[in-house]
């Protein structure tokens, strides 16, 4: 039985570490296209070694040092005060949805599911944030549209429900109220739902450039996805341009593709080195409600 239960875990072993190779392959074929030369990337393709040696890409990227520094700023306060606020709002939310006494808990969940089946759209969702709630050209524009999700709040509330209500009791008994308990108990106790939504905020936050794309218009709020996508399209039209008007320049004069990974590395960086803290509740976090007893 040894033996069978060794060999199983040998082989499982092998499974996972051919599978972590596999989840690497992409990883490395970004860093590799990031520091290859544009003409031989054209001229031979893609390749998980680099194509010569090159930093065309990154001098493209850190050309005006001063804005991706103001970028990257941006993107920071944004990411962090999104998903603290998000994170207390979610679970604000969820925490009133758990409480099985509470009287509005049934018209409350379905409120909260009528996002998730109807969308506004575009125009009308545009109208509010800039016309009624003035909400263009400012900080707001950037945190609060990704601040509250439904998918998270039901995903918190599955968790607060898997916390025995006796200990709220127990400390409503001693005089406690819901704020205390909330903060004091049941947060504590959901530590793996809240670096589950957290890990999901942060990535979100940091990621997005959709919204700056529509609401921010001053150079000092732009983010960091938002100047990388900018630039991006600007080197593309530039070639596109000096192309059709007849100047012996083509897309492979410049480090369009490199420039492309380049970007990747920059903007996916800080989340890569983030990921392994949150990843002792990662896990746990996801098979939420999975099993009961």
């Given at each position: ?52 040696f090159s ?45 099985p006494k ?192």
């Amino acid at each position: 039985m040894n033996k069978i239960s060794k060999k199983a875990r040998i082989i499982i072993t092998l499974i996972m570490i051919v599978i972590c190779v596999i989840c690497l392959l992409p990883i490395v074929a970004i860093i590799s296209i990031s520091v290859s030369e544009q003409s031989r990337l054209i001229k031979e393709g893609y390749s998980l070694l680099p194509r010569g040696f090159s930093l065309d890409g990154y001098a493209f990227v850190f050309k005006d040092m001063e804005k991706i520094l103001r970028a990257y700023r941006n993107s920071i306060i944004r990411t962090a005060i999104g998903t603290g606020l998000g994170l207390l709002m979610n679970s604000l939310f969820a925490y009133v949805l758990s409480r099985p006494k509470y009287r509005y808990r049934t018209a409350l969940t379905i409120f909260l599911t009528i996002p998730m089946v109807l969308n506004a759209g575009l125009v009308p969702t545009y109208l509010v944030y800039t016309q009624y709630l003035h909400m263009k050209d400012s900080w707001a524009a950037l945190i609060m549209p990704l601040a509250v999700v439904p998918w998270y709040i039901i995903l918190m509330r599955t968790f607060f429900n898997q916390i025995p209500y006796e200990l709220s009791e127990a400390a409503r008994i001693d005089g406690a109220g819901e704020w205390r308990i909330y903060w004091n108990i049941v947060l504590p106790l959901a530590k793996p739902a809240l670096a589950t939504v957290g890990m999901f905020l942060a990535l979100s936050y940091w990621n997005d450039w959709w919204y700056p794309m529509l609401y921010i218009e001053t150079p000092e709020l732009i983010t960091l996805q938002h100047m990388l996508s900018r630039m991006m399209k600007d080197v593309i039209e530039l070639a596109n341009a000096a192309v059709q008007s007849g100047l012996n320049v083509s897309i492979a004069d410049l480090p369009t593709e490199v420039m492309r990974m380049a970007m990747c590395m920059v903007a996916a960086g800080p989340m890569l080195f983030i990921f392994p803290f949150f990843q002792k509740y990662f896990v746990k976090g996801l098979t939420v409600g999975g099993v009961k007893g």
